[in-house]
């Protein structure tokens, strides 16, 4: 069973869709063993208490920099024993010793179809309010391997929902999230777990043979 470390920062939905899946046994060959937030409010940690998953807040402003924060954050996974980390919403910056650390190990859900409305700046609301602003007729959400590019590492899953008239960047939110990322999380952890996917050139291929 691999140790499943989800990072936090806020309402923890797509936390809440990691828990649902592990509780309908789908989450084959993983365990959710720790939740981290950065921000002891994170209703997040409310929904880690609830399913009986240890929890862990380590804040930025406790730290002098971001390389002592990423440090005491890679000392923590580490005590974890953590073999994935999940960042479901986590918002705070850490540097490249962590991903180097967990090469091919950590994974992040983005609500936008990268390489679109992506990288440094690009989070939460902002992510939909520009995918408005350009007028496109379809967007979605992307798990991907996280790497030193911010949003630039090799993708796993994608999928795609229509942008309709009149939406407003909290309903596009809600439909992306409800739609794209509840499933291709869940569903990218679980192959994880499972060995299927494997990373040549930057690229990441899913094993569809074995299922
Ligand atoms: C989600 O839409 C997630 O994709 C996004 O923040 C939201 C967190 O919601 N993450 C990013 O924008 C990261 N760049 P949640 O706390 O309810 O899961």
């Known amino acids: 069973m691999k140790n499943i470390v989800v990072l936090v920062s806020g309402g923890g939905t797509n936390l809440q869709a990691l828990i649902d899946a592990q509780n309908r046994g789908e989450i084959k060959g993983g365990k959710i063993t720790c939740v981290i937030a950065s921000n002891a409010e994170a209703y997040a940690l ?23 924060y990423s440090k005491a954050m890679l000392d923590a996974l580490n005590e974890e024993k953590a073999d994935l980390v999940v960042y479901a919403g986590f918002m705070t ?18 609500p936008a179809l990268i390489p679109s409305f992506c990288g440094k700046g690009f989070y939460g609301l902002h992510v939909h309010e520009a995918a408005l602003s350009k007028g496109v007729k379809v967007t979605g959400a992307t798990v991907h391997f996280v790497t030193e590019v911010c949003d630039g590492g090799p993708i796993i899953l994608q999928d795609t929902v229509p942008v309709l ?42 094993d569809l043979e074995n299922k």
């Open 165 to 206: 008239n009149g939406d407003t960047p909290e309903v596009l939110q809600r439909r992306v999230m409800e739609n794209v990322e509840w499933k291709i999380l869940p569903k990218a952890v679980s192959l994880f777990c499972e060995d299927r996917i494997t990373v040549i050139d930057d690229k990441a291929y899913i």
């Open 93 to 110: 910056i850490l540097d490249e010793t962590l991903c180097r650390a967990y090469p091919n190990k950590m994974i992040n859900v983005h």
């Open 46 to 68: 409310e929904r880690a208490k609830n399913n009986n998953i240890a929890t862990r807040v380590l804040v930025r402003k406790d730290y002098p920099d971001v390389h002592a």
